[in-house]
């Protein structure tokens, strides 16, 4: 099958509009139709191409700080750490290093949880960048999709009216024909 090369053309015939008045994802779907390209890497391709290595440090923290692994572990950590502190380390005739009320406990998970918020949220933010790619190459293939699907049916119109041309006229077998 072959091209057509020019995007105009196609967004008058398909689309019944200027091409011009189209959006500019549309513009960029009728030049690769148009071409015959493919629409280009996935989401997962694009992100990774921009990606640093602090984007990825903030998808691993993201991934860390918000696993069960994490909160089984934390707890494990907080329960020690008040129960050295409540007497265990007393009964050994030491005394705590953060007796009741744990402030230096207190002053740790603020101090996690204010770096580790920012860390989350930077993390959230780049899903959300990659969202966006995927609903714009989601975008892109469907409405590839359905300008391929007009072409065809236009052709396949094509088709059947040259085919109509060709055919011989043939009376109709209901009729009976006049002698």
């Known amino acids: 099958m072959t091209r057509d090369a020019d995007p105009h053309k196609l967004a008058r015939d398909l689309l019944g509009r200027d091409f011009d008045e189209l959006a500019a994802d549309e513009q960029r779907v009728l030049r690769r139709v148009a071409s015959g390209t493919f629409t280009g890497r996935d989401a997962d391709e694009l992100a990774q191409a921009h990606e640093t290595w602090k984007d990825r440090l903030a998808d691993r923290v993201a991934a860390v700080g918000g696993s ?3 909160i089984v572990g934390f707890g494990v950590v907080l329960l020690v750490w008040t129960s050295l502190n409540s007497g265990v380390l ?3 005739g030491l005394g705590p290093f953060d007796a009741y009320p744990f402030i230096f406990l207190n002053l740790m998970l603020s101090m996690l949880a204010a770096v580790q918020a920012p860390v989350i949220l930077m993390s959230q933010n780049r899903q959300a960048m ?3 790619i995927t ?3 989601d975008y892109e293939v469907n409405l590839r999709t359905q300008l391929e699907i007009l072409r065809l049916s236009h052709r396949i119109e094509m ?4 085919v109509h041309k060709l055919a011989p006229e043939t009376e109709n077998p209901q009729t009976p024909s006049a002698k």
């Open 68 to 70: 069960w692994g994490f």
């Open 90 to 92: 007393e009964a050994l």
């Open 130 to 132: 990659k969202d966006r």
């Open 135 to 137: 609903a714009r190459h």
């Open 159 to 162: 088709l059947a009216r040259e």
